[in-house]
């Protein structure tokens, strides 16, 4: 979960394109009109409305970025993409999908796998080897942890992510005596 959505997605999103420029502000600002657009039924989650707000995706959760990335990132961004860097989203995309899937073989963990090594290579390519970080390299191991722990959905932390933000409003600091 932190590892591809806080980790690479945010990753790719904000420093390959949105640092680098070929994302620009009214670029996000054209993706969040787009995404209000798009209707999910309310068991897929949402992304927040503020795409544009600060330097873009403001403040997304790692559920927020799985969202993004799964529904929105295809029809957001391909158009705004050069032709490498929509091989790096549509390689991207296609691991994330197989490797959330609650039931999942290994057929699909090699595509996964395949499609991860796909995304190093071609960023190494284009952006130089010394953008190459750690997520992306602990990435070609997931389909490894798949085949030794079962699929991600079996172990991931989404549900204690959301017990975080309720736990949060309560004070955790003050001194019990008994």
Same mark, same amino acid.
């Given at each position: ?8 997605? &945010?990753?790719?999103? &904000? !420093?390959?394109? $949105? ?5 620009? /502000?009214?670029?996000? @600002?054209?993706?969040?009109? !787009?995404?209000? !657009? $798009? !209707?999910?039924?309310?068991?897929? *989650? #949402? ?6 707000? *600060?330097? *873009? ?6 559920? /927020?970025? &799985? ?6 990132? $295809? ?11 929509? &091989? +790096?989203?549509?390689?991207?995309? #296609? ?7 609650? +039931? $999942? ?26 953008? +190459? ?27 204690? @992510? #959301? ?11 003050? +001194?019990?005596?008994?």
């Amino acid at each position: 979960m932190h590892n591809l959505f806080l980790g690479i997605a &945010k990753w790719i999103v &904000k !420093k390959l394109w $949105i640092d680098s420029g070929k994302i620009t /502000q009214s670029d996000l @600002e054209a993706m969040e009109k !787009k995404a209000e !657009k $798009i !209707k999910l039924p309310a068991n897929m *989650g #949402r992304i927040p409305n503020k795409i544009a707000t *600060g330097n *873009g995706f403001s403040g997304f959760t790692a559920d /927020q970025w &799985k969202t993004f990335i799964l529904i929105y990132a $295809i029809p957001l961004l391909w158009n705004l993409l050069s032709k490498s860097d929509q &091989k +790096i989203l549509g390689n991207f995309v #296609r691991a994330c999908s197989l490797l959330v899937s609650r +039931i $999942i073989n290994n057929d699909m963990l090699n595509e996964a796998h395949e499609c991860l090594l796909k995304v190093a290579i071609l960023i190494e390519k284009d952006y130089g080897p010394g953008m +190459i970080s750690p997520n992306i390299h602990l990435s070609l191991h997931l389909a490894e942890c798949c085949k030794d722990y079962g699929p991600l959905y079996s172990f991931w932390c989404y549900s204690f @992510e #959301r017990m975080n933000g309720i736990l949060g409003i309560f004070p955790n600091n003050e +001194i019990i005596e008994v």
